[in-house]
C-alpha cells in the first residue's frame, strides 16, 4: 500500500511537468541556422509579416452593385461576389408582351435560335466548344417582357466571354437551315406542352390569357401553330430592328470587377452596328397592362398521358386570378407576404413550415380534402375563393411573422446562387435602372403589418376574377357564381356545385 501512495504521489508530480522536465531533455528552441527564437507575445506581429486584414459583418453588403451607362445608352451593372467564376448576360427588354404589332411567337422564336452561328462562330456548336475550354456555358431565357441571355465561365476569359455575348446578340447569322430547324423544335415543344401530365404550363397561359384578354402580358408566351411557318428572317430581323437596341439593353455580371466589364462593354457594344442595320425604337409598343378578367376553358381528356400503366383519374385543374399589382409598386411587397400566408404545394410534400405546412391552403384545403385535391398553389394571384375571402380578416400575428421570416430565408437562400443574383441584377437595373439590396428588401418585409395584408386583400377582391379551366368540366361553375363567390361575405359557392365542398 505504500508503494502504491508512493508511486500514485510520483505520476501526480509529473503530470505538472513539461516533457523536458519528465525525461531530463535540454530544449533551446532556434532556427536552422542556430540563432534563436526571439521571445514575443503571440499577440505580437512577428517581424516580415504583412498586417492581416481581418473580414467585419456591418449587417450591409460590402459590394453594392455598381452601374454606369454608356454613350449609347446601354447601361453596365456588376456585383463583386468571390470565386473562380463569373456569369455575365445581356438582359434586352423584349417579351411575348411586346408582338402586339407581330405574329405571336418571335421571342419563342429568337430563345430556340440562341447561341446559333455568328459572324466570328460557324455554329452552335463551335460556340459551345469555345466556352468548354474554359469551363463555361450559355443559355438564353425569354419571359413576357425579357430576353435573357447568360453565360458563366471563369473569371480570366471575361473579353472573351463579353466578345461572344455580344456576337450571338448583334450578330447572329439566322440561316434558313437554323430557322427550318427551330420550326421543328417549336413544334415538338408545343406537341409536348399538350401531352404532359404536368398542366401547369398550360394553366399558366390559360390563365394570363383570360386575365389580360388581347394585350401585353396576355398575348401568348409560346408560337401559336399557326405562325410556326409566317416566322422567317425578314420578320424576325424586322422586331430585332425595333427592340433590340442599346438602351433597352443591359450587360449585368457578378463576379467579376466593374472597371473590367466597362471596359469590356466599351470594347465590344459600344460602337457596333447590328446585322439588321440602324434601329428603330420610335416603333417600340408602349401599351400599358390592361386587366380585363375573364375565362378560358379546355375540356381534355388527360387519361391517356400517363406515365405509367395505371391512367391518370379524371381531374379538373383550375386556376382563379385576381389583379395584385406591378413589382414596381409600393405593395408588392406586402403581396409576396400574403403569398407565403397563402402558401400550399402538394398532397404528397414533405418537410416543415419552410415547405408550407402551416400555411392556409395546406391546413385548411388540402389536410381536409386530401382525398380529391391534389395540389393546391397560390402564385400572388392564383387563389382559391373561401379561402381568400377569409383573408380580408386581421391576420393572426404568429401567422404573419412566421411568412415575413419566411419569405426573408427565401429570398436570402436564393440569392447565394451566382446565377440567381445575375438574374436579379439585370432584371432590376433593366427595369428601374437601380437595384435593391437584399438587406433593403428584408427591412421592407419586416415593416408589412396586419392592416397592409388586410388592404391588398380587399382591394384584389374589387376586380374582376381570371379563371382558367382544364381537363373535365362539366361540374365547373359558372363565370358568374365564381365572381359572386368572391364577392359575398363567406366565399361559398351556390350548392349545386360539388367541386369545394
Not at 40 to 45: D, G, K, N
Not at 80 to 103: D, W
Not at 336 to 365: D, E, H, I, Q
Not at 377 to 405: D, N, P, S, Y
Amino acid at each position: 500500500g505504500q508503494i502504491e501512495s508512493k508511486m500514485a504521489a510520483r505520476m501526480s508530480r509529473l503530470r505538472g511537468w513539461s516533457r523536458a522536465q519528465r525525461y531530463g531533455i535540454a530544449v533551446c528552441r532556434q532556427y536552422s541556422s542556430g540563432s534563436a527564437y526571439p521571445s514575443v507575445s503571440l499577440s505580437t506581429p512577428l517581424p516580415g509579416i504583412p498586417t492581416p486584414v481581418f473580414a467585419s459583418v456591418d449587417g450591409h453588403e460590402k459590394y453594392e452593385t455598381k452601374i454606369t451607362t454608356l454613350e449609347n445608352g446601354l447601361k453596365v451593372a456588376s456585383q463583386n461576389k468571390f470565386g473562380q467564376f463569373c456569369t455575365v448576360g445581356i438582359l434586352v427588354n423584349s417579351g411575348s408582351r411586346h408582338e402586339a404589332k407581330y405574329p405571336s411567337g418571335i421571342a419563342h422564336f429568337l430563345e430556340k435560335l440562341s447561341f446559333s452561328s455568328t459572324a466570328q462562330f460557324g455554329s452552335k456548336d463551335e460556340i459551345l466548344l469555345t466556352l468548354e475550354k474554359h469551363g463555361g456555358i450559355c443559355d438564353c431565357q425569354t419571359s413576357r417582357d425579357t430576353t435573357m441571355y447568360a453565360v458563366s465561365a471563369e473569371v480570366k476569359v471575361l473579353d472573351t466571354v463579353v466578345n461572344l455575348l455580344s456576337d450571338a446578340v448583334l450578330q447572329p447569322c439566322l440561316l434558313d437551315e437554323e430557322i427550318e430547324m427551330t420550326r421543328m423544335a417549336v413544334r415538338f415543344e408545343l406537341e409536348d406542352l399538350n401531352m404532359r401530365p404536368d398542366p401547369e404550363p398550360l394553366l399558366t397561359e390559360m390563365i394570363h390569357a383570360a386575365a389580360y384578354r388581347g394585350n401585353t402580358v396576355g398575348l401568348p408566351r409560346f408560337c401559336p401553330p399557326k405562325n410556326v411557318e409566317k416566322i422567317d428572317r425578314k420578320l424576325l430581323h424586322k422586331y430585332l430592328q425595333t427592340y433590340y437596341c442599346p438602351e433597352r439593353m443591359v450587360l449585368a455580371g457578378v463576379g467579376i470587377e466593374h472597371e473590367q466589364l466597362v471596359q469590356c462593354a466599351r470594347k465590344y457594344l459600344l460602337n457596333v452596328k447590328p446585322v439588321w442595320g440602324a434601329s428603330t425604337p420610335a416603333n417600340v409598343d408602349q401599351s400599358v397592362a390592361q386587366y380585363t378578367g375573364g375565362i378560358v376553358k379546355m375540356v381534355k381528356d388527360m387519361s391517356d398521358v400517363s406515365l405509367g400503366p395505371t391512367p391518370i383519374p379524371e381531374l379538373t385543374h383550375i386556376m382563379i386570378g385576381l389583379e395584385s399589382c406591378s413589382f414596381l409598386e409600393d405593395d408588392f411587397i406586402p403581396f409576396a407576404v400574403l403569398n407565403m400566408m397563402m402558401g400550399g404545394g402538394g398532397s404528397f410534400s414533405a418537410g416543415g413550415p419552410g415547405k408550407g405546412m402551416f400555411t392556409r391552403l395546406y391546413l385548411n384545403v388540402l389536410n381536409r380534402y386530401c382525398s380529391y385535391v391534389v395540389n393546391i398553389t397560390t402564385v400572388h394571384c392564383i387563389i382559391i375563393t373561401r379561402e381568400f375571402i377569409q383573408m380580408t380578416g386581421t391576420a393572426g400575428e404568429m401567422e404573419l411573422e412566421r411568412a415575413k421570416t419566411q419569405l426573408k430565408s427565401m429570398l436570402m437562400m436564393n440569392l447565394e446562387s451566382r446565377p440567381v443574383i445575375f438574374e436579379d441584377v439585370g432584371r432590376q437595373v433593366l427595369a428601374t435602372g437601380k437595384r435593391k439590396l437584399p438587406h433593403e428588401l428584408c427591412e421592407l418585409i419586416s415593416n408589412v403589418t396586419a392592416s397592409d395584408i388586410k388592404r391588398v386583400t380587399t382591394k384584389m377582391l374589387r376586380s374582376k376574377p381570371a379563371v382558367a379551366a382544364l381537363g373535365e368540366l362539366t361540374e365547373l361553375p359558372s363565370y358568374e357564381d365564381i365572381q359572386a363567390a368572391l364577392s359575398s361575405k363567406d366565399g361559398r359557392l351556390p350548392r349545386i356545385y360539388r367541386l369545394f365542398r
